[in-house]
């Protein structure tokens, strides 16, 4: 038997090593963690979330059991080959999605990214786990026979378990490290000066990171120059990206000043450009709530904006004189609406940073506070905040809504903030008959008393609902008829488009209930979204796909790639 120091010694590193081994696979399966998470988000430009997500899981677990049954591999050189492969992934995973996005194809392109580039790391990383498990395993059986083997020299035993658990330390850092440092062959963010593409009329004006959509863009696709094609059917056209989806656009240039009067002129952006009017016919479509009648003839004063896009509804709001709250998540969209799209200060004290179902829930509460106050003081009318006569909700990204804000619940704390005859004007892109539409609308009836839909295509017909559309869906908690006035000229601010939308509001009406008629009484209460059961992120899933493929019809590729 080895003398009793000896044997502590051994004892000592045994302990030491397990726990390194230890340390070391969950260092290693951190690392793991965090390329998932980075990818993911790398590929967010380029395929959106639902067709990214769609079938990941199931590549991680592919990937977690090849690394779990292959053969005990030399963490030296599985370590290499995964640093390798963490060096090359920005490359490999932005050119693989470019390449396979190309194909047109949502569903199998992540599918085939995701095995690609996606898996080998994993599934190294999983193996590299299991040789740390082993090693150790290893090292606790040697200084077993160590210490019953009085003939094995303890300097011996000292250095070679040194060298192991230098090895168990460093070799498990090396892909975490690699995967933090390296960035994707994509612009600079934020981008220093104007990016112009080298083989299209395409200029990137801004482009920064957000901590909610990933990258918020700012692009232009200008007239052919030179030698340089044009890009698409359209041009002189400013767009507003958050990730892989299209908040909106205005035309730009000679085209933003076509077709409207001197004395109405266009907004101007930081840089003194003129900024046209909408791509979009929803923005102008949202613009109906201003027509939308009080009772006694009164003006709506008071406007509360939901997702702030580009600002073309909330602008025309503000130039109308409507006292104008705005409540944008993503600082980054609402900085790019003011620098790029002309869209004007509402004033102190209104805009809020925030999710709109927090704002609009503590926003009821202090309301209802500030009333019992009130009551309890005997002048309600002097202490009660302004309702709100006009809501414009307006959240939808890339094919999908954040469902936590169509709910009931949402809905409730929305209506508590409005007047008795305000207007809540929900925009929804996709197809009528689908199943987050039918959700959407079955949960705003369970709400408020009167609803109407209008759609961007004038004269919508049976077939139009199950055609891709954007859809506004007018509601009141007033039981009364929602009556449109005629528009008039000082509601168009110069533009032809928004004169020709307004004019033909009554061209552009669906009636709801051909729709809701369709649904059998006992299936009602589950297209009711509620905080408890709210499937409407799964049910968006395919028209998220949808989405995805139409977009890629709007916008040549080289808009999507260059970001």
């Known amino acids: 038997m080895p003398p009793p120091a000896q044997a502590r010694q051994v004892e000592k590193n045994s302990i030491l090593a397990s726990v390194i081994g230890k340390a070391g696979a969950v260092c290693t399966l951190l690392g793991l963690s965090l390329v998932v998470f980075t990818y993911r988000r790398s590929l967010t430009p380029l395929y959106g979330s639902v067709p990214t997500e769609l079938h990941l899981n199931k590549v991680v677990w592919i990937a977690c059991i090849i690394g779990s049954f292959a053969p005990t591999v030399s963490i ?28 047109g194809d949502p569903v199998w392109g992540p599918v085939v990214v995701h095995i690609m580039v996606l898996l080998p790391v994993l599934a190294l990383g999983v193996a590299i786990v299991k040789a740390l498990q082993v090693s150790v395993a290893l090292h606790d ?58 083989a299209y009329p395409l200029r990137i004006i801004s482009s920064v990171r957000s901590s909610y959509s990933g990258v918020v863009l700012v692009g232009e696709v200008l007239p052919p120059i030179g030698d340089k094609p044009a890009l698409g059917a359209v041009h002189s056209l400013r767009y507003l990206r958050a990730g892989h989806s299209l908040l909106g656009g205005a035309w730009i240039g000679e085209a933003a ?9 266009v907004g101007l952006d930081e840089a003194g450009e003129p900024v046209g009017d909408s791509m ?27 997702g702030l896009g ?18 944008e998540i993503d600082p980054a969209v609402y900085e790019a609406a003011r620098r790029f799209f002309a ?80 207007i809540l004007a929900v925009n929804f892109a996709g197809q ?84 809701t008629e369709d649904i059998l009484e006992e299936q009602r209460d589950q297209y009711i979204l509620t905080d408890a059961r709210n499937p409407l992120g799964k049910w968006q899933e395919k028209e998220a796909l949808s989405h995805w493929r139409i977009m890629r019809e709007v916008f040549p590729n080289a808009v999507w790639e260059t970001y």
């Open 76 to 103: 030296s050189y599985a370590a290499f080959a995964a640093g390798v492969l963490l060096c090359l992934m920005p490359n490999s995973a932005y050119w693989a999605a470019v390449y396979t996005g190309r194909m």
């Open 141 to 198: 059986y040697q200084c077993l026979h160590i210490s019953v083997s009085p003939s094995s020299p303890q300097t011996r035993t000292k250095t070679s378990s040194n060298q192991s658990l230098m090895r168990l330390i460093l070799l498990p850092l090396i892909p975490m490290l690699v995967s933090t440092i390296l960035q994707p062959p994509t612009l600079p963010k934020p981008l220093g000066e104007p990016y112009l593409h080298p």
């Open 257 to 265: 000043i076509l077709g409207r009067h001197d004395s109405d002129p």
């Open 280 to 306: 979009y016919h929803a923005f102008m479509l949202q613009d109906a709530a201003r027509l939308f009648e009080r009772e006694g003839g009164k003006k709506r004063e008071n406007a509360l904006v939901i």
């Open 310 to 327: 580009t600002g073309v509804a909330a602008s025309s709001l503000i130039r109308s004189n409507v006292s104008t709250t705005i409540v």
């Open 343 to 422: 869209f004007p200060e509402p004033g102190p004290g209104k805009v809020f940073i925030k999710d709109a179902r927090t704002w609009v829930r503590e926003h009821r509460r202090e309301r209802e506070s500030a009333t019992r106050l009130g009551d309890q003081a005997g002048h309600a009318d002097e202490t009660e905040p302004n309702m709100f006569d006009i809501v414009l909700h307006d959240v939808f990204t890339g094919g999908t809504m954040p469902s936590h804000v169509f709910t009931q619940q949402f809905w409730n704390d929305t209506k508590a903030l409005m007047s008795s005859d305000g």
């Open 432 to 515: 009528l008959d689908s199943e987050p539409a039918r959700a959407i609308i079955m949960t705003l009836l369970s709400t408020f008393d009167t609803c109407r839909a209008f759609c961007d295509e004038v004269s919508p017909d049976e077939q139009a609902k199950s055609e891709f559309h954007n859809w506004v869906f007018f509601c009141s908690p007033s039981s009364a008829l929602l009556t449109l006035r005629a528009p008039r000229s000082s509601d168009y601010f110069g533009s032809v488009q928004r004169a020709q939308i307004l004019n033909t509001l009554q061209q552009r009406e669906f009636d709801l209930k051909s729709l």
